[in-house]
């Protein structure tokens, strides 16, 4: 994916990781850049990639609910993104970032997205009506219409390590072309598709392998979610 038209970094993924503390004295006492619990921050980045053959998209959004860390013991951790609704459309080419967890105790997690209310807007470049949630969209149109998405996505294969006093991320993947599906002259969206494996989401841990970033940098990110 393109992402040239990144225009700045993210504030809180320029930090840098903070040193460990000198501590000292028989009670060890910690006495600077003190991290008592040991917890990571974990920031959450959003991009999209893969379009339909048809019909021609222009906006696709879907809200977002919550994205929850489960540890392999312990309570989860759920983010809540500060801005819910996020156009897919608009991150072809740029990234979102969705918000962070700062307190995640060291460990292995596994990550869940909670979607829903997507709505599409899309030309009819087709040649055939289109019918989307019962209403009928003509050859040629510009339609606007609110779905009911099938299942709930998952992220397969994909298990994220939290280390000790960490700035960390997880940037997660939409792929727009395995959630849209035009069959029989019927739009409609899945969330979690029985094929292809994987399906609508995927994740990678932060900074990806040969990204161009600076020491302590996770992710360029050039736009905001909606």
Request: net charge neutral; glycine share 6%; with cysteine.
């Amino acid at each position: 994916m393109n992402r040239s038209k990144t225009l700045s970094f993210l504030p809180i993924l320029l930090l840098n990781v903070l040193s460990l503390a000198a501590c000292s004295g028989p009670k060890n006492q910690c006495t600077v850049n003190c991290v008592v619990n040991g917890n990571a921050t974990v920031s959450f980045t959003l991009v999209a990639d893969t379009l339909p053959a048809n019909p021609s998209i222009l906006s696709f959004k879907v809200s977002f609910l919550g994205i929850v860390l489960t540890p392999t013991t312990g309570p989860a951790q759920t983010l809540t993104p500060a801005t819910a609704v996020v156009d897919l459309m608009r991150l072809q080419s740029d990234t979102a970032f969705l918000g962070a967890l700062t307190t995640v105790p060291p460990g292995t997690y596994t990550v869940q997205v909670s979607l829903s209310s997507p709505e599409i807007t899309f030309l009819n470049d087709t040649g055939s009506v289109i019918t989307a949630n019962g209403a009928q969209c003509q050859i040629n149109a510009v339609c606007t219409v609110s779905l009911t998405a099938a299942a709930t996505p998952t992220i397969s294969s994909f298990t994220f390590n939290a280390t000790s006093s960490g700035q960390q991320g997880i940037e997660l993947d939409f792929d727009l072309k395995n959630a849209i599906s035009l069959s029989n002259g019927t739009l409609s969206v899945n969330f979690n598709p029985a094929a292809p494996s994987p399906g609508v989401l995927t994740a990678f841990t932060l900074p990806r392998t040969n990204a161009n970033l600076g020491t302590n940098q996770l992710e360029l990110i050039g736009t905001s979610p909606a």
